[in-house]
């Protein structure tokens, strides 16, 4: 009978694959209507026609209505509105189709109550073998008796079936012998023969292999328990314990090895991540962005965490390879919330928190600062400005750092709806964010839709599709850094002057003699208007075909578009714009990255020993930039701002840059595990970039990886302690290309002179090329355990690794007499060697819950080898003096400078020291370092590393009753910040306002050996004086929570209400806002601060409800 | 069996599409620049050439950073200046008492600079002789490219001494390590640039004379510094007078007038860099002003640079030169907000 069908709809399909799959759905649908009660035979059953002659679909009609019997049939295939006559009234159904098929050409069979039409061209009328059906039920469980809805029930080799309602009973009918075959979500399922028992009573058994955590990794995903990489991941319930605006906050804490710097505190602010430490000099040290298999997102900020389902951090080689040329610096792989099959769930979340600045700078009041500035002009042998009554009584004593900032606001809302049956699933979603920061004016507003869909069009096709909208605009007030921006101008403007005087103007510190000009904060905040408008669509569409059994063939299509556009307007009320009258800039940019993925994998279980799950693959990726930019000076009035260029008398001359690259791979990897115990993989990826030279354009990286299962040998039997116990072994070659385009090749560059009081443009020497420009190489090997204890209520991961990047990108210093300064080469080693643990541990476990996680892992960095001659590099950012360098034998993150002994007390101490023959009692003493009389940059030395010597972790959950607790406490320790401050804000008064440790400061009466006497002159060198203590332990959130009891309400799944608070304590010496600092971002900037954004501490409550 | 042949078919054609690589692909097609192998084709381009190297120029009198600039590498060693109290500035303090330190960055720059000028130069001989276009403007575009090669050289030569002398363009990274050359090598290289150029320079005031563009006279008062320098007296004294009698150039009447904007690319000026405010600006008269005082309106006063004491008090009361260089009286001091 099986057969008989398969071959009646082969027929009817006709070999063509998309009538197939819809005559299949045609067919379930049908059959699937019926199966209860007796089946009749179309023989037996008799039927009286309304009237003699109708059309067909008259005819199935009335037969539906007036017997069991359901017609299927082709829609196509049938004419429905041709008339049929009958001859008798009375008659069975069979004799009734016996005359309908004669008119009609078809012929017809029923099988059950189903009567198939099938268009032959000649007439038979059939009843497919005997139906000898008896009506079931059943009753379907789990292990511990609690009965499991939802669960289906199948008659094996037939379409007919049905799903168990809320109390797991079920009832079909189906022939005796006939095999059902029950099944659910995370269960094992189970075949029941039909015998002679009509209520079945049926225990599922859980499926430990579906219940595991499935690890989604480059191009697939394996269960965790046979990862043989090192892999973090981040789970959906710890993502969203926080309140987040950037994704990549979700990882700080949480990873061994993977350190997350929150380095601008401004709302929408970047974040920096290294992963095992810093590979690279010239290159990007930032990991690999994957978004649903969307390759090198760049960043996370257009990414709404409320979509996240998981994030996946790839660390070792082994894991990391299979992303080639890009994997270098670790892989984070993240996946939205999909649609579950089941009834719809729909989401809302809503977050209302408020915001205000963590820490304050101590700086002088007013009359203090008068006070030191006439010391200082004393000192110098010019005339003090201030009288003693200005002192005493000064006019006005503003509190800039209260003035410049606020309480800020912040809303975040987000409607998700998910779900979806076996044929489809959808997970939709909106959010909604509007972010505050707490210097005025500074806000993100984000809105972002998401739409992800799954159909399986076939048992063997599935099309997905991820897309997401992201619109995001940002008055950004963090630009500029080290210029006088507002975060700067909060610290250095003078307390005596007001905000605004009483004609309205803006006070600027040149309206103070000898001040170095800056316009006062809170005119920076208010008047100049800088707005970056994002909008950012990521859209990816996959096709997964299963050709033969195991095979699968996927074709995915993915492209990340990306516009950007800036308006910045700084007006004539600004003293910095207020002879240039005014400054309008507009610039845009547009961006567009496509791929294209094309990978087979095969997955079969061979003799049941042999696990074997292997892909290949061919991927295509070209990212193309465009942007243009225009700006003028000499505006008539301030109010066109910059939507009027055109209105300025100045224009400068517009801009634009376009380029592109591309990259071309193989990637193949196969995993291969024998006795669910010995676990193999071997990955490989060969990459093409067009960044790199002629005659190097593709590199290959491969890896393999061992892991041991050793709690399942048999030599682990009978002991409970040990609950589970793998070792993971890995090594491999991954890459990194992130420079520029165009390095290889040589150029022109652009060169502006005046001739005859003209502008004229010259095209003279750029670049020369370097056509052996190729990828820099990491090679790591890793060794890592996986430990559970007693059930696995304790559960350690241990894993050291070392690296070593070779051929670094260098931007390699050429000798000046070249006419050029530097050129990409490969030259320079660096390695990274580390420990990372990672312990997670259920305390308690009763009504009362008590869980810990907490991750430690210390690096170590050093540079092997730089250039040809070793020289040392300085790689700035580079201040007055250098603050950075690269040393072969030192770690990267090295600071520069001179080393402070204290102050000098008097002229012998001056005439002792020798070195500094012009230095006066209460002046800085440096030292010597070469001893050669003289304080120059021979005296220069290492004095400060910006690299953590270890990071942790420490998570604690606790959940009674309704009530869950989390408390994440985060830490960095070991780290030097270089804090540029001091030069500004101790060593050069009278141009600005300064520290309020300068009450301290050196005088014959108190013989202070830290802070210098104050004087007119000022002392730039950086020194251990600018070196601080980084180290710091963050109270980085506290979230309680409060789970309602809604048993019984239909209507309502969850709802919960929370409050939290982020960064709720900061442990460190720093003197700074924040030591999780990096003003000038990129490579060296970590840890470097010139007056950055101050941090915030957040306060949060947050409404979820699950309907 | 019908349908497995078709299903291989597809794997293959997906396949067979996919390992399909074209060299193409990976090919770096710049539109924003161009290489020096497309360039160097016209008249338009050997000018564009030359331009260039003429831009090098003013970086040696445009900022640093904090009011620093590069000639200060010559003004502050001198008995004429002093660097400025209370200005944040390491570097040129040091000049100022004689520490010749080689991270300074003036020394560093001055001699990044000048290679930077020199291979610019290096690169329209290289080239632009190899051009199709009128010989005319061949020519003077190469006097050109001698006469700033020269320029650079003479700077270099008088500062440092033996340098490398390289009188052909960089093109890539082999033999990029230069030695130095003796001191007379650089001066028969300057003094054959500078003979190279006069020939082929319009005369200052013709029609072919541009401000900015060097002259046949700036070659040749070039030429007689150089002579000077060597302490050759007479060849200097020759070409001196060659310039003075060419009728090209005249003094002004009034000593100050020189150095008045108003009388900018003067009759009195062989040679001078060019700036304007809104294409290519340089910040050189503010390092000159007391610091802060509100005295100018286009940019901040940096008070870098202050003349010596014992320099002025050099002069005598009735020197006209000391009106004329020296601002007396610092301007009013805008009043204290009160």
């Known amino acids: ?1107 | 069996m019908k349908n497995y042949s078709l299903k291989y078919i597809t794997l293959f054609l997906i396949l067979s599409l996919g390992f399909a690589g074209c060299d193409e692909f990976l090919e770096e097609n710049p539109e924003t620049f161009i290489s020096p192998n497309a360039y160097y084709r016209n008249a338009e381009d050997a000018q564009s050439a030359i331009n260039a190297v003429y831009a090098i120029l003013p970086r040696f009198y445009q900022g640093i950073a904090y009011g620093e600039s590069v000639f200060f590498t010559l003004e502050m060693p001198s008995d004429q200046a002093d660097s400025g109290t209370g200005v944040s500035v390491v570097d040129q303090d040091r000049l100022d008492a004689y520490i010749y330190d080689p991270a300074i960055r003036h020394l560093r720059l001055w001699w990044q600079y000048s290679y930077q000028g020199i291979n610019a130069a290096n690169s329209v001989l290289y080239y632009v002789p190899e051009i199709d276009m009128s010989e005319n403007a061949k020519a003077r575009i190469l006097s050109e490219a001698y006469y700033l090669r020269a320029y650079f050289y003479f700077d270099l030569v008088r500062l440092f001494g033996a340098v490398p002398l390289t009188v052909e363009p960089t093109l890539n990274i082999s033999n990029v390590n230069l030695t130095r050359e003796d001191v007379t090598v650089i001066y028969d290289q300057i003094i054959q640039d500078l003979i190279n150029a006069e020939h082929h320079l319009p005369v200052a005031g013709s029609i072919e004379a541009e401000h900015g563009r060097a002259t046949k006279g700036a070659a040749s008062t070039l030429l007689a510094k150089v002579y000077l320098t060597l302490e050759r007296w007479e060849e200097a004294s020759n070409k001196a007078e060659e310039v003075v009698n060419s009728g090209a150039y005249q003094l002004f009447d009034d000593y100050a007038d020189a150095f008045d904007v108003e009388n900018k690319n003067g009759k009195e000026h062989i040679f001078s860099i060019q700036f304007e405010r809104t294409i290519n600006s340089s910040n050189f008269h503010a390092w000159f002003l007391p610091r802060y005082r509100g005295i100018q309106a286009n940019t901040e006063e940096f008070g870098a640079i202050l003349p010596n004491m014992e320099f002025y008090n050099s002069y005598s009361d009735d020197d006209y030169r000391k009106a004329a260089n020296f601002i007396q009286v610092i301007p009013q001091l805008m009043d204290l907000v009160s």
């Open chain 1, 1 to 1107: 009978m099986k057969n008989k069908l398969l071959k009646a709809i082969l027929m009817l399909s006709k070999g063509f694959l998309y009538g197939l799959i819809l005559q299949m759905l045609l067919v379930n649908f049908a059959s699937i209507m019926q199966a209860k009660g007796q089946y009749k035979r179309i023989d037996e059953v008799s039927i009286r026609l309304s009237v003699p002659s109708m059309n067909v679909r008259q005819f199935f009609k009335e037969i539906e209505r007036k017997t069991p019997f359901k017609f299927a049939y082709d829609n196509k295939k049938l004419d429905k509105s041709q008339l049929l006559v009958f001859d008798s009234e009375l008659g069975t159904v069979e004799e009734r189709l016996q005359v309908a098929g004669q008119q009609l050409q078809v012929s017809f069979r029923q099988m059950n109550h189903t009567i198939d039409v099938v268009p032959t061209g000649q007439t038979v009328v059939q009843v497919m073998a005997e139906v000898e059906l008896r009506p079931i039920t059943g009753t379907v469980t789990d292990e511990n008796g609690e009965p499991i809805p939802g669960a289906t029930v199948l008659v094996e080799g037939t379409n007919t079936g049905t799903a168990t309602d809320i109390d797991g009973n079920f009832s079909l009918d189906a022939e005796e012998g006939a095999v059902l075959l029950v099944s659910f979500i995370g269960y094992e399922s189970q075949r029941i023969t039909v015998g002679n028992q009509s209520n079945l009573s049926i225990t599922l058994v859980e499926d430990q292999a579906s219940l595991e955590e499935v690890v989604v990794i480059g191009y697939g995903t394996v269960n965790k328990s046979d990862l043989t990489g090192s892999v973090g991941i981040v789970d959906s319930e710890l993502i969203h314990s926080r309140p987040l605006t950037n994704a990549a906050d979700a990882l700080q804490g949480r990873i061994p090895g993977v350190q997350v710097m929150n380095n601008s505190a401004a709302p929408g602010g970047n974040f920096s991540i290294r992963i095992r430490g810093s590979n690279s000099i010239s290159a990007t040290n930032e990991p690999l962005y994957v978004v649903d298999g969307i390759i090198g997102v760049g960043g996370l900020q257009f990414i709404n965490p409320n979509d996240i389902a998981s994030i996946e951090v790839l660390k070792d080689a082994s894991a990391t390879s299979i992303y080639g040329a890009r994997g270098a610096n670790g892989v984070v792989l993240i996946s939205t919330k999909r649609g579950k099959v089941g009834k719809p769930q729909i989401t809302y979340d809503s977050q209302f928190g408020f915001s205000n600045m963590a820490r304050k700078i101590p700086m002088l009041n007013a009359s203090q600062y008068m006070q030191m500035e006439n010391e200082a002009y004393l000192y110098s042998g010019l005339t003090p400005q201030f009288t003693q009554e200005q002192i005493q009584n000064p006019e006005f004593d503003t509190d800039w750092q209260e003035e410049a900032t606020r309480t800020a606001f912040r809303q975040n809302h987000q409607i998700g709806v998910y779900g979806g049956n076996e044929q489809s699933k959808y997970g939709i979603s909106i959010g909604y964010l509007d972010e505050e920061g707490i210097m005025l004016n500074s806000k993100l507003e984000r809105a972002n839709i998401r739409i992800n869909l799954d159909n399986n069009l076939s048992d063997k096709l599935v099309l997905g599709t991820s897309l997401t909208i992201n619109h995001s605009k940002d008055r950004r007030i963090d630009t500029d850094n080290g210029g006088l921006n507002a975060s700067r101008a909060m610290l250095e403007m003078f307390p005596f002057l007001p905000v605004k005087y009483e004609d309205g103007t803006y006070s600027n510190s040149a309206d103070h003699p000898g001040g170095e000009g800056t316009d006062n904060p809170v005119a920076i905040l208010n008047e100049i208007e800088d707005y970056f408008t994002i909008t950012r669509t990521l859209g990816n569409l996959f096709l997964e075909y299963e050709v033969i059994k195991d095979l699968k063939v996927r074709i995915s299509g993915g492209a990340d578009i990306n516009y950007e556009s800036r308006n910045y307007y700084s007006p004539r009320t600004l003293r910095r714009t207020r002879n240039t009258r005014g400054l309008a800039i507009r610039s845009n940019v547009r961006e567009l990255s496509w791929q294209n993925e094309n990978t087979i994998s095969y997955q079969k279980i061979l003799n049941g020993r042999h696990d074997i799950n292997a892909m290949m693959g061919v991927t295509w990726q070209q990212f193309r930039h465009e942007n243009f930019g225009a700006s003028t000076r000499g505006l008539n009035d301030d109010f066109f701002k910059f939507n009027n260029l055109g209105i300025g008398d100045t224009p400068q001359p517009p801009t634009s840059n376009t380029f592109d690259w591309a990259l071309n791979s193989y990637l193949g990897r196969i995993n291969y595990i024998l006795d669910k115990k010995y676990l193999f993989t071997v990955s490989a990826r060969m990459d093409g970039s067009s960044k790199f030279g002629e005659s190097n354009k593709y590199g290959f990286f491969p890896s393999g990886a061992f892991a041991w299962r050793i709690s399942d040998e048999g030599f682990m039997e009978g002991q409970e302690i040990i609950s589970d116990l793998k070792l993971r072994t890995s090594y491999g070659i991954t890459g990194n290309q992130e420079i520029g385009v165009f390095n290889s090749i040589s150029s022109l560059a652009t060169y502006t002179y005046i001739i005859d009081g003209q502008r004229t443009i010259g095209l003279g020497p750029g670049r020369i090329p370097n056509p052996d420009l190729r990828w820099e190489k990491t090679s790591q090997g890793n060794i890592g355990l996986d430990i559970g204890l007693v059930n696995n209520r304790l559960s350690l991961t241990i894993d050291a690794y070392y690296k070593q990047t070779n051929d670094l990108l260098l931007n390699a210093p050429l000798p000046y007499t070249t006419g050029y300064e530097s050129i990409f080469r490969n030259i320079g080693r660096v390695e990274n060697r580390g420990i990372e643990f990672m312990i997670s541990s259920v305390n308690v476990d009763r009504d009362f819950q008590w869980n810990t996680d907490a991750n430690i892992s210390f690096n170590d960095n050093e540079v092997l080898e730089l250039g040809a001659e070793g020289d040392d590099i300085f790689p700035g950012p580079g201040f007055v003096t250098q603050t950075n360098i690269l040393r072969v034998g030192q770690p990267i993150g090295s600071l520069w400078g001179w080393t402070r002994l204290g102050i000098f007390q008097n002229e012998e101490e001056v005439l002792t020291h020798g070195a500094q023959p012009n230095a006066q009692p209460g002046d800085i003493i440096y030292l010597d370092l070469n001893e050669d009389g003289v304080i120059d940059s021979q005296d220069q030395s290492i004095i400060g590393n910006t690299a953590p010597k270890y990071n942790f972790g420490f998570i604690n959950t606790f959940v009674y009753k309704n009530f869950d607790l989390i408390i994440e406490i985060q830490g960095v320790q070991g780290n030097d910040v270089m804090n540029l401050n001091p030069i500004v804000l101790e060593d050069r008064q009278t141009q600005a306002n300064s520290y309020a440790t300068l009450l301290d400061r050196w005088t014959p009466e108190n013989p202070s050996n830290t802070i210098a006497r104050v004087r007119k002159n000022s002392d730039l060198r950086l020194s251990t004086r600018h070196v601080e203590d980084g180290s710091f332990i963050r109270g980085r959130n506290i979230s309680l929570g409060y789970n309602f009891n809604l048993q019984g309400k239909e209507w309502i799944n969850t709802l919960k209400v929370f409050a939290s608070a982020q960064n709720f304590f900061l442990i460190s010496d720093y003197g700074g806002y924040d030591p999780e600092v990096s003003t000038y971002g990129g490579n060296f900037g970590q840890g470097i601060e010139f007056s950055s954004y101050p941090t915030p501490r957040t306060f949060t409550l947050g409404l979820s409800v699950g309907l």
